[in-house]
C-alpha cells in the first residue's frame, strides 16, 4: 500500500512523497489524499472528505442516499451553514457532524487552506480523491451487472438494491465489509476514467 501511494519506492526505501505524508498526523492513506488534494487545489474539499472518513457515518437510519460520499458532505456543508437545523435537514447525526466539521477545521489549518465556498461537491472531484486514498478499491462494474463490481485489488464488491450509485461504471468503495463471497460498500463516490489515467497512470 505504502508503494502505491508513491511513499515508499519499489525497493522499500522512503521517498519525498513518504517524508511528506509522514509530516501529518494521519493514516498514509488521508494524509495521501490531503496533500494530493491541496496540489489539485481543492484543499478545503479534501480535509472535509478526510474528516468524513475518519467519522462514523453521519446519516442515520433508513435514508435514500445510499452509499453515496456526496451525500455526507452535503449534509456537512448544511450542518456548517446552518447548524443543527441544517443537520436535520439530512437526518444526520448533528454530534457526529460536529465532530466532522471541527476535523476538518484542523485539517485546513494544518494544511494552510482557506474554506471553501459550500456549493454542492463536484461529485468526479471526491471520487478523485477518494482514489487517491484507496487505488487498490479503484472498482469498475462487471458486465451484465447493475450492483456488482471488481475492485482493482482483485476483491468482488457489490452495492445494496436500489443504492443510488447502482449502474455507475466505476466507482472508489471507500468502506466496505469483508462479505461471504462478495463485500458490501458501505462508502463510496463515482470516479470518471479519464481522471484515474491522469492521475494514477502508474495502475
Do not use: K
Not at 108 to 122: F, I, K, M, S, Y
Not at 159 to 188: H, K, N
Amino acid at each position: 500500500l505504502l508503494v502505491e501511494l508513491e511513499a515508499l519506492d519499489p525497493q522499500g526505501r522512503i521517498t519525498p512523497t513518504g517524508q511528506d505524508l509522514a509530516e501529518l498526523p494521519a493514516h498514509p492513506r488521508l494524509a495521501h489524499l490531503l496533500r494530493r488534494g491541496v496540489a489539485l487545489g481543492c484543499g478545503a474539499l479534501a480535509a472535509d472528505v478526510a474528516a468524513l472518513l475518519e467519522e462514523r457515518d453521519l446519516l442515520r437510519g433508513d435514508h435514500a442516499f445510499g452509499c453515496d460520499l456526496a451525500a455526507r458532505l452535503e449534509a456537512l456543508h448544511a450542518f456548517q451553514r446552518d447548524g443543527r437545523e441544517g443537520a436535520r435537514r439530512w437526518q444526520a447525526d448533528p454530534a457526529a457532524c460536529a465532530r466532522a466539521d471541527q476535523a476538518a477545521q484542523r485539517w485546513r489549518q494544518g494544511l494552510r487552506v482557506a474554506a471553501a465556498p459550500r456549493t454542492p461537491p463536484d461529485a468526479d472531484t471526491v471520487g478523485l480523491l477518494l482514489a487517491l486514498a484507496y487505488p487498490d478499491r479503484v472498482a469498475r462494474r462487471r458486465e451484465g451487472s447493475a450492483d456488482r463490481y471488481q475492485l482493482a485489488n482483485g476483491r468482488g464488491a457489490r452495492l445494496a438494491t436500489g443504492d443510488p450509485l447502482m449502474g455507475r461504471d466505476w466507482l472508489v468503495a471507500a468502506q466496505l465489509d469483508a462479505g461471504a463471497s462478495e463485500g458490501r460498500i458501505w462508502l463510496a463516490a463515482p470516479v470518471q476514467p479519464a481522471d484515474l489515467e491522469a492521475h494514477l497512470a502508474a495502475r
